[in-house]
């Protein structure tokens, strides 16, 4: 408690605990106020305009590539320019992008759906329209480049699209991989590893087949003498026969 003005007659005390209390209670009540406000909705980035939603191998490439599925936590109040800010966030690729974006809905059904267009309300892209065309996160957003095309090259797993990604160490190559490609990725690390130790094998039967062709060589060079006569090399078994015969011209 604290004494405010000293006059000769009185003191006015003010209790500064009541009044933190209040100040906290208040924050509590904002706090409580935007979480009820807030929700969350997935949002996937295509790498180009499309009539349908990609299948299961398309997805998975898009993935790769740094786009596909992300789920962020929205709040109604957000405003486009803040909505843009986070998706720069999300997905660092569309920095590069200068010809714009729209976000499609995809339609019901089962497979590949049909997608609709969202066009931006006077503001652009709101919290409140999010909320409602999303079915308050109920339906996935589709981010679709309006003049461009994002190419699909798979990045490697310490890319900045992946670094907000929970990971595990393939235990193969001993790299630490986002869960959401892990299993594509241990898939293609083994079949490099068998590509490789295939053309190790290949590589040791060729060496071995190239040290047995030049022992056999020096085996067969072993096998022969030379003429004393003409000083050619000949088979042990024919030498004696040859050496008589150049004796007998010789000396005729």
Known sequence: MRSLGASPGFCLFLDLSERRQEAKSVLHHIHQHNLEKSFLVNFFLLEKQREKTPNGEEELQLVLAGLGKRSLTLNENITHSEFSDLLLSTYPRLANICGGRLLHKSTGGGGQRRLAVIPPDL????????????????????????????DTIPLPPEAKEFEKMPKAQCKTCKKMVP?????????????????????????????????????????????????????????????????ASMRITNFR
Do not use: R, W
């Open 179 to 243: 869960l959401q490609i892990l299993p594509g990725h241990i898939k293609e690390c083994k079949k490099q590893l068998v590509d490789l130790c295939d053309s190790a094998e290949e590589e040791s039967c060729k060496e071995e087949d190239e040290d047995e062709g030049s022992a056999a060589l020096c085996y067969e060079k072993s096998k022969t003498a030379e003429c004393p006569v003409c000083g050619n090399a000949f088979h042990p078994e024919i030498i004696e026969f040859h050496a």
């Open 123 to 150: 503001n652009g892209y709101t919290g409140q329209q999010l909320k409602a065309v999303s079915g308050n996160g109920k339906y996935t957003m589709y981010i679709a480049p309006l003049q461009e095309e994002l």
